[in-house]
């Protein structure tokens, strides 16, 4: 009984991120094997034979299999590995840049249409190069003024495909 | 008729625009990959939109120009501050900087251009001869082979990325159950779309490429606003010129290095790394004296140069006879093809062997311009080490957002792009090797169509119609656990041997 402790104990002390993201794996192949019955629909059927050489259910099958497989044995090798995670040694100034530069991003992309490429893209680069530490106006201007205008202008002339323009513009 | 072919890809070629877009391809290429910090990956899936809005011929030498130039690019950092721009100059930071140290710099980059600009000539020649060959064997196979050879390619992947085994399988079958989102290849059926019209069409591959590989460089960026920066005393070439004599004196070394990387580049998912540090042990191992390796010898930067830009030629092997990306850069490259209508395979040979034959040329025409290009502006890249972060990072982000958008003028690739972004900058915090997703992206559609085709052929009894009837299919499925033992046996090894 002791001995059993000591070894569950041993085993939990073992556990680390790899161990986590394993059962994380094993955990998504089943539900990837639940859902395939009602995500996957089913080709015609003509005098009893299938229309396609295989089902297509088959291979969502087939790696909701292998991510059960392989996430059973990531876990039991994970016991076993001594890699160290690199979210570890963040700090969190660093969580903090990157949940700036993500909430930049998302905010970007969901003003992109409504305010056009040149406005969003303008505003997004100067904010980035100012919040990076840059001061140098000349620099700044380049990035968030100058970079914008050249890539709306090669896209939209030379290439002669559509970015979102200006809210004003046709 | 072959060699009318060749002249009328020859001919294909003489035009000014090309030139220039292939040199823009190169200074682009150079500039990201003497940044240390961004990848040629990066640089190459930032620009891959650009490619999809012109003609062939001009797009995709522009990106061939971008590879070769990243790779070469890397070595200037490598060289001068022992910071690889790129992984394949990693080997070249073992001797490059000592050089330095040594007040050589000035050589050691015009050693590295010139064993870049041959390993990758002599390299791509030799690809041009031997590809159409091989293309005409690919007409021969059929739907078993093709779906054994991406099998073994897959598991090749597998294998040789970096990390552990059960790692990479865990992204491969991430990336295949990706590729399953949409319709699938062989009767369009809906799977997995969660009754979201977006997802209904699948996963694009250009929202997936850019977010892998260039968002994750951002969040890397980002995570420290001020980093400390080189200092730009070391960021001049100096010191005497390379003279003829030495540059004949590595001849050997760089015609060795050559070789290696020409049969590595072959082998799908090896890449430039292991060709790198293979052709630098290599020449190590035949110099009459090893001893000054890694102390500032001239053949220990040319060796890692010649092979890391041998291997770009030839991976074009794989990915145009038999539509198989040996790495991510292919894989980008498979992605312009594909957005033009090309779709590689030995069918590509014979309905556009011209223009198949016009990129091939490219090749060689971006290294002629590479030696120019480079040896006129080597010191200025030299001074762009030192450029600010503040400044490359919005400029890649906008670059990123705009060639995503361009694609399908669809607002959830934008999405799509940040969500995988955020999902490789956390796989590649957690030691994960995000190739083996690409690749099973990739490769999964292709595969489950030639299966698909085989069992039709098979009537029901796949085993018997393989045994009996398709004895090379049967030689790759054999061969492809034997491999994977071999490899895992070696790779073992090396870690044992390894302190």
Redesign the interface.
Known sequence: MTNDMARAGSVLARLN??SA?ALA?VVLGIV?WL?VPY?????PVFFGRS????S?KL??QM?AI??VV??A??FI?SLS?R?I???RG?SA??YV??G???IA??A??AL??PLG?LAT?MG???A??F????RNLV?IG???IA??LV??T??TRY??????PFPWGS | MMFDMLIDAMLMLMRLDILLMISGGLVLGMLVGALPGFTTVMAMAIVLP?SF??EPILGIPFLIGVYKGGIFGGSIPAILVNIPGTGASMATTLDGPAMTRKGQSRKALEIALVASVVGDFLSSFGTILIIGPIAMIALLIGPPEISAILLLSLMIIVMSSSG?F??G??ML?IG??LA?VGQ?P??A??????NFYPLQAGIDLLPLIIGLFA?PE??FA?????EAVVDPAHTKAQGERLRWSELMACGRTILRSTAIGGVIGMVPGMGQVVAAFIGYSAAKGASKHPETFGQGEIEGVAAPEAANNAVNGPTMVPLLTLGIPGDNITAILLGAFVAQGLRPGPQLFQDQGTLVYALLFSMLLACVLLLVIGYLLTPVFARVVTI????L???M???A??GT??YR?N?MD??FM?GFG?FGYGA????FDLTPLVMGFIL?PPL?YA??????LSRGDLLGYLVGTRPIAVGILVLTPVLIFWLGYRQRKQRRVRP
């Open positions: 991120f790899n993201v794996v990837i859902l995500q996957v629909a089913e080709p229309s396609v050489g295989i297509p291979f969502p790696i292998g991510m392989i996430g044995l990531y090798a590995m890699q995670s690199g979210f963040l100034s660093a840049n990157l700036v530069v993500l991003m998302l970007y992309v992109l249409r490429y893209s997004v680069a100067t980035i190069s919040y990076y530490g840059s620099g380049l990035t968030g970079a914008p890539i709306y090669l896209f290439l002669s495909v559509s970015l979102p | 650009i809005f012109l552990n059960l790692k399988m865990v079958l295949m159950f399953t699938d062989v009767g059926m809906v799977r997995f779309d969660f968002i951002i969040l980002i995570e420290q606003r001020r600010s972060k503040a400044y990072v919005p400029l982000l906008i670059f957002v705009g958008y361009v003028s607002p934008l999405y940040i955020l590649r915090k957690l030691h999964t489950e299966l698909a085709q085989s069992m039709l």
